[in-house]
């Protein structure tokens, strides 16, 4: 079975916000969220840059499967697919996998999987998400992913939060997102698997030639 390496987007969660807020059917969008990010700001507070799980929806997915073959990218958005079809296609590649890993920085991704299979009402029972902050003992939310790619001479692009993320959206379409969804996937999976190297659960060759195939993709 692969190992994953996931990440995700997410931008509000505008037809949910409409029922939370009881918001007219009518309201533009742009003020439906926000509505949504004032909330969000008055009871959580400006440090809390991540809307909550059911606050905010699944726009980009990227999984990078580790296998026998090497190391192989799909990437999904909303552009194309539907959230059902994004979490479907993300449980498609967990149900054929023992591990995955993510960068979580704070996200709470699956919580987030979880609740947003809820409010589709599918069948969501996938081994959880093991967080690469974990693993190297950091907690999640605590250090960014840029920060500590940089330290490796990884590229990686800052994640903004959701409310930044929105108005990227709105201003340069789906594109940006799909960018640094894909670049930090990328260095997630050249930082875990360094990790597994050092952990004595990847063989030197091994991790030479995924990092490469990784740093290709």
């Known amino acids: 079975m692969p190992q994953l390496f996931i990440n995700l987007e997410t931008l ?3 037809d949910g916000a409409r029922q939370m807020f009881e918001l007219p059917a009518d309201l533009q969008v742009k003020d439906v969220a926000k509505v949504l990010f004032h909330q ?3 009871t959580r507070g400006r440090d809390k840059i991540f809307l909550q799980p059911w606050q905010a929806r699944i726009a980009v997915v ?7 073959a090497g190391a192989e990218l799909s990437s999904f958005d909303m552009e194309q697919y539907d959230e059902i079809e994004l979490l479907q296609k993300l449980y498609d590649f967990l149900s054929h996998s023992t591990y995955s890993f993510c960068w979580d920085q704070g996200r709470d991704l699956n919580a987030l999987l979880h609740v947003r299979s809820m409010i589709h009402q599918l069948t969501f029972d996938a081994i959880p998400l093991r967080t690469v902050e974990r693993r190297l ?3 999640p939310g605590s250090t960014s992913l840029e920060a500590i790619a940089a330290r490796f001479g990884l590229q990686s692009i800052a994640m903004q939060g959701d409310e930044l993320s929105w ?4 201003e340069q379409g789906i594109a ?3 960018k640094r969804c894909r670049t930090n996937v990328i260095a997630t999976a050249q930082l875990g698997l ?3 190297l050092t952990a004595g659960e990847l063989e030197r060759q091994r991790f030479n030639q995924l990092v490469t195939a990784c740093g290709e993709l």
């Open 12 to 14: 509000p969660d505008i």
């Open 176 to 178: 940006p997102l799909c």
């Open 137 to 139: 003992r950091i907690p």
């Open 194 to 196: 360094r990790h597994l």
């Open 40 to 42: 969000h700001v008055s």
């Open 167 to 170: 108005k990227q959206y709105r």
């Open 62 to 68: 990227c999984v990078i499967a580790i296998s026998d």
